[in-house]
């Protein structure tokens, strides 16, 4: 079953943060975050395991609510080059790894 | 550079028609999922192999099929192709059996019109 995203589109300024939401209705195994920007493929960004587990990738970084089927995605102070498509992915086992619809996030100068 | 092929980078046809994609996974990677992305849409999941069986499928219409063969390479095969199967189709590979703590790490895709 396919995890719901929210927001679906995010405009802020640079130096700003936003945070982007991903939920399942299904006990999760884990949760992946990539970033597509447009007309590329999607880039590996982090990996949470269950265990309410947060990881950090410069200033991406991300937590694992177990309880709530949820994680979030934070970005801080962001850059220009943060801007893409940010797609979770869950799996439910270790065989199938299902994303979300995205969320189009756009950083103006 | 994900170190995942993908060939062809383009490809035009006509309905009806068949069609082979392929993919071959980084050095050491015994996983390949195949994923269909629609214009301006999010990644639909089709299948997943891993070492040469099939692990899980997705979405996938009866008129697709996949293969990963010994070399771990893999084919999709798309056939009596309609105008809704033009999209970008996305080969990913995994260290692993995926969904766990393995990356997957995308191709540049092959982007299908189907006309």
């Known amino acids: 079953q396919q995890p719901v995203q929210s927001p679906q589109a995010v405009i802020l300024r640079e130096g700003e943060d936003a945070v982007i939401n991903c939920s399942s209705s299904?006990?999760?195994?884990?949760v992946h975050w990539y970033r597509q920007k447009h007309g590329e493929a999607p880039v590996f960004l982090m990996i949470?395991?269950?265990?309410?587990e947060q990881k950090g990738h410069e200033k991406i970084s991300a937590s694992f609510n177990e309880k709530k089927q949820q994680s979030s995605l934070y970005l801080t102070a962001s850059q220009l080059s943060y801007s893409g498509t940010y797609f979770c992915?869950?799996?439910?086992?270790?065989?199938?790894?299902?994303f979300g619809s995205g969320t189009q996030l756009t950083v103006l100068p | 550079d994900s170190g995942v092929t993908q060939t062809p980078k383009h490809l035009i046809t006509a309905t009806g028609q068949r069609v082979t994609l392929r993919c071959s996974p980084r050095?050491?990677?015994?996983?390949v999922y195949w994923y269909q992305q629609s214009l301006d849409q999010g990644l639909q999941f089709l299948i997943h192999?891993?070492?040469?069986?099939?692990?899980a499928k997705g979405n996938i219409l009866e008129r697709f099929s996949a293969q990963q063969f010994p070399d771990l390479h893999s084919e999709l095969n798309l056939s009596s192709l309609e105008l809704g199967d033009s999209a970008l189709y996305f080969c990913?590979?995994?260290?692993?059996?995926?969904?766990?703590?393995?990356?997957?790490?995308f191709g540049n895709g092959t982007r299908l019109t189907v006309t």
């Open positions: 990913a590979s995994s260290r692993l059996g995926g969904g766990d703590n393995s990356p997957l790490h």
């Open positions: 299904k006990a999760l195994y884990s």
């Open positions: 949470l395991l269950k265990g309410g």
């Open positions: 992915g869950t799996a439910r086992s270790a065989r199938q790894l299902t």
């Open positions: 050095s050491g990677d015994l996983s």
């Open positions: 192999y891993y070492n040469g069986e099939e692990r």
